[in-house]
């Protein structure tokens, strides 16, 4: 039976499939999951079991959910539209917040003449703004402001050269986002820009007005030459992956106006609202999670796809690999036992490019590979041959769902398609930012829901410190140019041997 889960529902749409559900106008079909009326019954006990309900209560009402960090999770706040209380130890955060949308919208207002915004940030400074940024390109007559967003997050200074020629100095803004201040690649990088600058004839008057810095730490973005006026807070209760919702995601708003990033909050906090007050069978971020768990117990999956047709979402993949392979990459529970299961590997890119690189392994591999389909009602642009396309685009997201489910017999072996692959397909009535908003809200709380079946603290990120740890004494090394370096308790043999041969 159909379930239409929100009243904002499109009216013109009466009648859905079986399999369906409808939350702030996003379909989620799960026909092609080979989900029975008994496994769902058995799903939803294990979710009940984990306590989803308690922890997703917990959540929104800013309890310290990241235990190992002792920090709430309230990334939901920076979208808070009502401007409902939000409480952390008795204090509201809501007038904080408020007063950030204030700045925002004062800076846009003021923002003219201005042809080239650096955006320098790594990892979650970086994939949510730039996702938005390219995504919202692709909307119909959407206003860019006349300006060039560039985002810089590699060390390689390929990437850095590529924006220098083409920014234009004496218009240029400069946005650093860390949330440290002193996260390596991107106050180098921050560094690199300034010089550009210098050598341009910036006066340092000049250079400090084209300053901007995202942080918690105000005393470093100080020193560093960002005037107190331009810094924009950011709050260690926000991890780095969820922080597009905040000054973070000050690209959106520069780029295509203030109106837009409130309508991107305004979906994502949409999305917080069906997930918050709706039950586990009805709630979609809930039904995704639980559509990975049934694979990964049914079959030991180790990957899963997310394959937008949208060529707007092509950057949609990257943003979820670190949302998922980050959040729930752990090799321990939140007890400090070994996990079971654990993220599978993410991948994908947007279709049909997808169907002419990697389906074949997707359709004939021994591996089988859950997949989400996320398709989009209507067309990406406003051309003459934009329906006929649009057609094609649609009919092959249905037909790739559709032969990996049932696959083909044939008297050859090679021609043969196993099918019972699963998938889910999301279908966006149009994709603008508010629903943009949603799509990533969804799979945000699809994410949390996950840790709390897999007994994972999805919060925290203790695995990327390592690697950060030992790059310190090699490039030192390094920099040293010897090529007697020796291994040692901070670099082993085989390392000690590619130095040297760096350094020869």
Request: some cysteine; aromatic content about 8%; charged content about 20%.
């Amino acid at each position: 039976m159909t379930v239409i889960l929100n009243s904002a529902a499109p009216k013109q749409h009466n009648e859905f499939p079986q399999n369906t559900q409808v939350a702030v106008d996003i379909v989620l079909d799960t026909a092609y999951q080979g989900i029975d009326e008994a496994a769902w019954k058995k799903l939803f006990a294990k979710a009940r079991k984990a306590n989803v309900t308690g922890f997703i209560a917990d959540m929104f009402a800013g309890k310290r959910l990241n235990a190992s960090e002792n920090r709430p999770v309230l990334h939901s706040a920076l979208r808070n539209l009502s401007k409902t209380s939000v409480e952390i130890d008795g204090q509201d955060v809501m007038p904080a917040i408020t007063e950030v949308w204030r700045r925002i919208e004062a800076l846009c207002n003021k923002w003219i003449g201005i042809t080239d915004v650096i955006h320098i940030g790594i990892g979650g400074s970086d994939f949510g703004p730039r996702l938005a940024i390219e995504a919202l390109a692709h909307v119909p007559s959407i206003d860019s402001r006349l300006m060039r967003m560039h985002f810089l997050a590699n060390i390689d200074t390929a990437e850095l050269a590529r924006i220098l020629a083409r920014a234009q100095p004496h218009s240029t803004r400069v946005i650093i986002v860390s949330k440290s201040f002193t996260t390596l690649e991107t106050t180098m990088n921050a560094k690199a820009v300034v010089n550009w600058l210098k050598e341009n004839n910036c006066s340092k008057a000049q250079i400090s007005r084209a300053l901007f810095a995202v942080t918690t730490n105000v005393a470093a973005a100080k020193e560093f030459g960002v005037e107190e006026n331009n810094i924009y807070p950011f709050w260690d209760w926000v991890g780095g992956r969820y922080s597009v919702w905040s000054a973070v995601g000050l690209p959106i708003a520069l780029q295509y106006g203030f109106d837009t990033f409130m309508d991107f909050l305004a979906g994502a906090h949409a999305m917080d609202l069906h997930f918050k007050n709706t039950e586990l069978e009805n709630n979609l971020p809930v039904l995704m999670a639980l559509t990975l768990l049934h694979q990964q117990e049914q079959h030991d999956i180790k990957s899963f796809a997310v394959i937008p047709y949208a060529d707007a979402l092509d950057w949609f993949p990257r943003w979820l690999q670190q949302l998922d392979m980050e959040s729930n990459g752990k090799g321990v529970n939140r007890d400090g036992q070994p996990v079971k299961f654990s993220s599978p590997v993410v991948f994908g890119s947007s279709g049909s490019n997808a169907q002419h690189s990697y389906f074949q392994l997707l359709h004939q591999g021994p591996e089988v590979i859950p997949i989400d389909f996320i398709a989009v009602r209507k067309a990406m642009s406003e051309l003459p041959e934009a329906q006929a396309h649009h057609r094609i685009l649609l009919s092959n997201c249905l037909a790739q769902a559709q032969a990996l489910a049932h696959g083909k017999e044939a008297d050859k072996p090679n021609d043969c398609y196993p099918g019972s692959r699963p998938s889910n397909l999301l279908l966006l009535p149009e994709l603008n930012a508010f629903y943009l908003g949603a799509l990533l809200a969804l799979y945000e709380h699809r994410t949390t829901v996950l840790g709390v079946l897999w007994n994972i603290n999805s919060f925290d990120q203790p695995g990327v410190e390592l690697g950060k740890v030992l790059a310190k004494p090699i490039e030192k090394a390094l920099a040293s140019h010897a090529n007697n370096i020796e291994a040692s308790t901070e670099i082993d043999a085989v390392t000690a041997a590619r130095i040297n041969f760096l350094n020869t």
